[in-house]
């Protein structure tokens, strides 16, 4: 690719002294072009940086006009009571959003508890197992092929519609439980979670040193105890961060919940049954027509954007200083 | 004393030793068990794709087998009502492209206006920090840009950008001639594009990271402009990333659901189709989530998860696209493995 960007240089150090013909002549138009249009070209230059800069205020102002909003919004209905009490009667401003509070505790803690192992050990094998040199020929071939398979259907469900894989809790657990429950939106979660664990899991583990492996190896360790107690001991961290960046990433998913675990205004009550969450009851909160409703509404997003700016910047503790690179998005 | 805890140091290096090493019949067992363990986990996705395709499938098949999969993802019509229902998923899908498309006009220019700004202009005492800003932007629920949208940025796109426009333009352009009311498909666009820039800019930026300084040293070096440097050395360099990346924000404004749902002005039926800019309209995954808990009958139930199923196809085929784009760049860059 780069040698059809600039001919010329690759055209002179392979022939030495003569630049080719081809050569001399882009130099030649290029030397015009500078000169002719050395102050237009100034010009142009000058207006892209400060279009460049026009869009990047233009990216940063909702930013500043989101938090701002949610923040002047937010604090004017936070109470005790709003934190702890159950929704009053629709349109009134008694009662608060305990059980979605609660509920979003619950529903994303079961799902890390689920995710998170299979996602970590998922990782493991695709950077511990799946590369393994002592297996040779057709038998290598098919696990990196399996490897490989893991890898893009890794990726296919990051890029899943959370309204589908809602879709599918709804239809994978909540038809066959014959309720909405916890499970089925804790099932829909993982589904988000697991991916993107496994993905930053395989990506750390990479990175530490073949020579700890090998030194480990070399004292007769076995391959189970050099992958717990050597190479995941040393890339705990960046696992650890990869964990928090995918629970931040579920705690404000909405659309699977709608189809799994329903949303209610009572307190949690069973695992089998219907719990609220705290998008959720944004989500619903801000489809009334009640002044109250939106203030509440408001109020449980700077619960929300408290919570996820907490596992941020406690990913960002972690990895200070010890080289991990931290990517708040996830492609 | 001394000899007393060399005594115990050594006691207890001789148990971890042997823990770790272990006996011979023990080792292999316990490294079988593991492999076992690891590998059913990467299984666990293919298992979780096999339910994916069997949920959407078994879900839709009602709606499939009644409309036929080309009538549905043609037709128009939504009626819920027993007796006459019939169900079609063309405006949905004309709704959710619609208002992607805008996403991607205006979302992927800016984000590679961020993109510049942040590797070829800013010192990185200001692109650190800006970075970080950006990437936190990321993290924000897209409920609460949802929330946001309705209550307050609709109103200011209205008076600021839509009357403007009407107005000036509503009288000759078809396209703009409605009166706007501020919970439109333009709405959602813009909205959708404010959700994608962090996204779409944080890669566009690695990828611009990934073009070896050689690149731009050489086209400085001919006298090149900052601008036309990047125009000629940075951008053709980079361009399978960088068009990943606009397909990859372009998917997630496919797949979003809330912030749609709060400000697109849940047409159903024909009317969904958007004529002009302003109309009101619908996408997939709005509609899913408007109706879902409501749906009076099975077969709408069905004609839903079928929304569901036309979801999934578009937004496989734009990731997959976006995907091999992307590690084509990526292979080029260097790092990975040490």
């Known amino acids: 690719m780069s040698s059809s960007n600039n001919p010329s240089s690759r055209k002179e150090k392979s022939s030495g002294e003569r630049p080719s013909k081809a050569g001399n002549n882009f130099r030649q138009t290029f030397q015009e072009i500078s000169i002719k249009h050395a102050s237009r070209r100034r010009i142009t230059n000058k ?29 004017a209905v ?15 401003d008694a009662g608060g959003i305990g059980p979605a509070i609660q509920g979003t505790l619950i529903t994303v803690g079961l799902a890390s508890l689920i995710g998170a192992p299979i996602g970590v050990l998922s990782g493991v094998y695709l950077s511990e197992f799946a590369t393994t040199s002592s297996v040779k020929g057709p038998k290598q071939r098919a696990i990196s092929f399996f490897a490989n398979t893991i890898r893009l259907f890794n990726d296919v469900l990051t890029g899943l519609p959370s309204i589908v894989i809602g879709i599918v809790g709804y239809v994978a657990i909540v038809l066959a439980l014959n309720s909405f429950s916890v499970w089925a939106g804790a099932f829909a979660l993982s589904i988000i979670m697991i991916p993107i664990v496994s993905r930053v899991s395989e990506e750390t583990l990479k990175l530490v040193p073949n020579s700890l492996r090998e030194a480990g190896y070399s004292l007769g360790i076995s391959k189970t105890k050099i992958t717990l107690f050597i190479v995941l001991k040393n890339a705990k961290d960046g696992v650890l961060t990869g964990v928090i960046l995918a629970i931040s990433r579920i705690a404000g998913e909405t659309a699977p919940l709608i189809m799994t675990i329903l949303g209610t205004s009572l307190f949690f009550t069973s695992l089998t049954g219907p719990v609220d969450a705290l998008p959720l009851r944004i989500w619903r909160l801000a489809s009334q027509p009640y002044e ?11 619960v929300l954007i408290l919570i996820i700016l907490a596992l941020s910047a406690s990913i960002r503790l972690i990895a200070r200083g010890k080289g991990i690179r931290v990517r708040t998005e996830t492609i | 004393m001394t000899s007393g805890s060399v005594h115990i140091n050594t006691d207890i290096k001789k148990k971890v030793s042997s823990f770790l090493v272990g006996s011979n019949k023990n080792r292999r067992f316990g490294d079988k068990l ?8 990467a299984a666990y996705t293919l298992f979780i794709i096999v339910i994916v395709v069997f949920s959407v499938g078994a879900g839709s098949i009602k709606i499939f087998s009644q409309e036929g999969f080309i009538g549905f993802v043609t037709g128009t019509a939504w009626n819920a009502v027993e007796g006459r229902e019939s169900y079609g998923a063309l405006p949905y899908i004309i709704g959710t492209l619609m208002s992607s498309g805008i996403a991607l006009l205006i979302g992927v220019p800016m984000s590679m206006g961020v993109a510049y700004f942040l590797v070829e202009m800013a010192p990185s005492r200001v692109s650190g920090p800006l970075s970080f800003i950006i990437e936190l932007l990321a993290a924000v629920p897209s409920i609460i840009y949802g929330l946001w949208a309705l209550f307050v940025f609709r109103f200011l796109i209205k008076d600021w950008i839509e009357t403007p426009l009407y107005n000036t333009l509503g009288s000759y ?34 990828v611009m990271k990934a073009v070896p300084d050689s690149q731009r040293e050489a086209a400085y070096s001919l006298g090149a402009t900052r601008w036309e440097t990047s125009r000629m050395a940075v951008f053709p360099y980079g361009k399978s990333g960088l ?13 979003e659901t809330m912030l749609v749902t709060l400000i697109i002005g849940n047409a159903i039926g024909p009317s969904a189709i958007p004529t002009t800019l302003f109309s009101q309209s619908q996408t997939l995954s709005s509609l899913i989530a408007n109706e879902f808990n409501e749906a009076s009958s099975d077969l709408q139930l069905s004609a839903l998860i079928g929304l569901g199923a036309v979801l999934l196809i578009i937004t496989m085929i734009i990731n997959i696209g976006a995907r091999i784009m992307v590690s084509r760049m990526v292979k080029v860059s260097p790092g990975g493995r040490e």
């Open chain 1, 292 to 302: 109250s409703a939106h203030g509440f509404g408001w109020g449980a997003a700077l």
């Open chain 1, 78 to 92: 936070l109470s005790v009571q709003f934190l702890t009490q159950p929704p009053g009667a629709i349109g009134s």
């Open chain 2, 243 to 255: 068009l990943g990346a606009s397909i990859l924000g372009f998917g997630r404004a496919v797949g």
């Open chain 2, 34 to 41: 593991f492999h076992g363990l690891v590998f059913g986990t």
């Open chain 2, 173 to 206: 352009i078809p396209f703009f001639n409605q009166a706007p009311f501020g919970l439109d498909v333009f709405t959602a666009g813009i909205v959708l594009a404010i959700m994608i820039i962090p996204i779409v800019s944080s890669i566009s930026r690695d």
């Open chain 1, 47 to 75: 207006i892209v940086s400060i279009i460049a800069i026009v869009f990047v205020i233009g990216a940063i102002i909702p930013l500043a006009s989101i938090l701002f909003e949610v923040i002047k919004n937010g604090v």
